[in-house]
């Protein structure tokens, strides 16, 4: 068995925070004389939000001066920002960068993923010599669309041909984490908890909420953790209690990482309970061993391990379990493109065989190729886990109309 190692194809870096250390902070302490009402500006003023729209490509020095004209008591240190912001980055954090030299000396693909101004960007790049080193740039600023949104990820695994489950991402902030491409996909401990609790709703409950629980827990807890501590000693000074410190220090400053976990974790439960619904549904789906790695609209990712017991003599996956998970994922793309209410059921299925499985895996990806108000049609890739096409399968779903009441 290959080891992790050799597993990972690629590894991505962040930049600020991770390779080059930014921080507005370095500007700011020469012009404020007290540290907390710099705390106040950054917090009430030049926000994360504000800036946030420069991640995306907004031009700076309009951005201020809009800004400036909003809070004109502030003009002079929201202009700052934009005249001096390349002192923003004192540096570069030598122990990453030499990460970086070692994994670039051993073969490794190495890209840049970050939220970044284009002018900052092409600033640095001129800046810093291992700017040069990587194999790829994806760059907010440039690409119209900034983390934690799940496109600039996908931007990157398209644009070089990369599996994020053969990824490794380097970031400074947990709460951008996309779970999608964890190795170990939730529904894969359905056959652990339909063994201990048995097929049913009590194994779906908790199953639901204990893969989307992680990533509100952790996300919630790194919030707390990123709360400044000049923050609260600020609070504690002005005879705020721990109530009130919560209310008003704590859990604002911890929002933003609460409510990236929430989304994270009610997607999660989402994937999750259509899965289970499905296994429900179709307990040949358990029987057989599917994973459903991920379900939506507009693609299902499916799994079968190789087992022995499902192969021919000669050691081949049978053709019959190939089928089965095609059909069962392409089932699953028809059913999440149904109307309210329908239901679906196969009428016309077509598989052609193209080479054998003999171990690891078989990987399944359905996708709708029409989505009608009579029939949907589905086509299901399968692959091995060296990516090489196995079978492609297209099928019919009828759209079954809900029955009425009476």
């Not at 991505?12 to 710099?38: H, K, S």
């Not at 999608?180 to 339909?194: M, R, T």
Request: glycine share 8%; net charge negative.
């Amino acid at each position: 068995m290959a080891s992790e190692q050799q597993q990972i194809e690629a590894v991505a870096f962040d930049l600020g925070g991770v390779l080059i250390d930014w921080d507005p902070r370095y500007v700011y302490r020469q012009l404020f004389a007290d540290p907390a009402d710099m705390e106040e500006f950054l917090a009430s003023v030049c926000t994360r939000d504000w800036h946030r729209a420069h991640d995306l490509g907004v031009d700076i020095t309009q951005s201020c001066a809009e800004l400036a004209a909003a809070h004109p008591e502030h003009r002079d240190m929201i202009m700052v920002w934009a005249d001096r912001g390349e002192e923003m980055a004192a540096g570069q954090f030598d122990d990453t960068v030499e990460l970086l030299s070692e994994l670039k000396a051993s073969g490794m693909p190495c890209y840049a993923l970050s939220n970044m101004e284009p002018d900052a960007f092409r600033l640095r790049r001129a800046r810093f010599a291992f700017m040069d080193w990587f194999d790829g740039h994806v760059i907010s600023g440039l690409e119209g669309v900034a983390k934690p949104d799940r496109r600039i990820f996908e931007i990157l695994l398209d644009r070089h041909g990369l599996r994020p489950q053969r990824c490794v991402f380097i970031d400074d902030q947990a709460r951008i984490i996309d779970f999608d491409g964890a190795p170990i996909p939730g529904l894969a401990y359905a056959p652990l908890f339909l063994l201990w609790f048995g097929l049913g709703n009590v194994s779906s409950v908790l199953l639901v909420a204990f893969v989307s629980a992680f990533p509100i827990i952790y996300n919630s807890w790194t919030g707390v953790k990123a709360v400044r501590d000049i923050w609260v000693r600020s609070a504690q000074a002005m005879g705020a209690d721990n109530r009130r410190l919560f209310r008003h220090v704590i859990l604002p400053g911890a929002l933003p990482y609460i409510l990236t976990g929430l989304r994270l974790g009610l997607a999660q439960a989402w994937r999750i309970l259509v899965g289970v619904e499905m296994l429900a549904a179709v307990p040949f789906i358990a029987t057989l061993g599917i994973e459903v790695v991920s379900a939506r609209p507009e693609e299902v990712i499916g799994r079968l391990a190789w087992r022995a017991e499902l192969c021919t003599a000669g050691g081949v996956l049978n053709g019959g379990a190939l089928m089965s998970l095609a059909d069962n994922t392409g089932g699953t793309c028809a059913f999440l493109n149904l109307p309210a209410g329908a239901g679906t059921a196969t009428v016309d299925s077509a598989t052609n065989f193209f080479r054998g499985v003999r171990d690891g895996a078989l990987h399944a990806a359905a996708r709708p190729l029409h989505t009608g108000r009579s029939f949907i049609a589905v086509r299901t890739d399968l692959t091995d886990d060296a990516g090489r096409l196995v079978g492609q399968t297209t099928q019919t779903q009828a759209v079954l109309a809900p029955r009425s009441s009476g």
